[in-house]
DNA sequence: TAATTAAGTCAACATGGTTGACCTTAAATC
DNA sequence: GATTTAAGGTCAACCATGTTGACTTAATTA
């Protein structure tokens, strides 16, 4: 348990920092997938679609299962976002020789354009962002947001080791 | 426009880099957003609640229009959860006397409780990250999410200024 | 052969978004 | 004082994306 507050009126700065932390999380969300949210718009498809477009696209061959694991849904919920992507030929799925129940996913060459139309607009966002910060800074963000992920889950996020010098 | 391969098989470094930064804010957002939510199933309350609430309390007689302008939702939207809110008596609401047209809106008691208790779960993963990551760390963090945000919102979030030591 | 696993399906439902049309009250402006 | 504008609210319909529960099929493993 954390005292947060340190005088009955007043905030202390330790509680204002952390809700500065919350506020961040929230603008900066919104504002990260408010662009993808446009393009998407123009496809019928929303920002489901998108996570799994994104999943599929970073790990080529991955199961259903595996994308449950990664995304937190159920498997009901992603059949029909998933559904659509195979019908609309962004993704193609075809079994796994060595387990045939198993499905492996991949983008079609459509799927992979939309990919990057997506995720373009997320890097862009990022090289402007660590521009402006400077490389410091950047260290500092993979730090704290991985600490904010639940430790299971930090191997997930492939680490960059190599320095840009 | 951003050269985002270096190679045409190979992802750069610095696509990984960017990608990387992507992926944190996925999982990040997604565990950040987790307790809150469990807490909130126990009133019937969902996650469009939390941000009302949230938002409410830190900003104490806040009017419909400015908290619109905060959730980017629409106003049918908001007024569904701020009226479960009003009625279960954890907002209340009363007229501005400069401009009667305006209402005010404010956590009772026992909506300050519950903003307590939501927010108590995300600040406290904030805390451990903080430690972890270490006040340099935080300073980086901050930067770079500030400058994901849409410059016309970063004002939003009230920056501290003041250091410990 | 039996049990388990991966995947899929059907149905019903909840939450929280959207658009569009329309109303009331109060304030500001002509 | 009359008109326009602003803040807020309301009703209806719809859509996206999540949930639970029950059940099936095919393939692998014990």
């Known amino acids: ?3 947060l507050k340190s005088s009955p009126d007043t905030a202390s700065l330790r509680e204002e920092e ?5 506020e961040l999380m929230f603008y900066a969300y919104r504002d990260f997938t408010g662009e993808p949210d446009a393009i998407l718009e123009q496809y019928a498809l929303g920002r489901a679609h998108h996570r799994v477009i994104y999943f599929v696209g970073r790990n080529p ?13 159920t498997k009901q919920s992603l059949s029909r976002v998933l559904g659509k992507l195979i019908e609309d030929e962004f993704i ?4 796994n020789p060595a387990d045939r129940r198993r499905k ?6 459509k ?12 890097m862009e966002r990022f090289v402007r962002a660590y ?17 904010i992920i639940n430790p299971e889950d930090r191997a997930r996020v492939r680490p960059v080791t190599i320095r840009r010098t």
Chains 1, 2 share one sequence.
Do not use: P, Y
């Open 18 to 22: 952390l809700r500065q932390g919350i």
């Open 61 to 73: 061959g991955i199961s259903v299962t595996e994308l449950l694991d990664i995304l937190r849904i």
């Open 92 to 95: 193609n799925q075809r079994a």
């Open 104 to 109: 492996q996913l991949s983008l079609s060459d």
């Open 1 to 3: 348990m954390v005292d």
């Open 111 to 122: 799927g992979k354009a939309l990919e990057h139309a997506l995720t373009s607009t997320q």
């Open 131 to 147: 521009r402006e910060a400077g490389d410091e800074a950047v260290e500092g963000f993979r730090r704290v947001l991985t600490s």
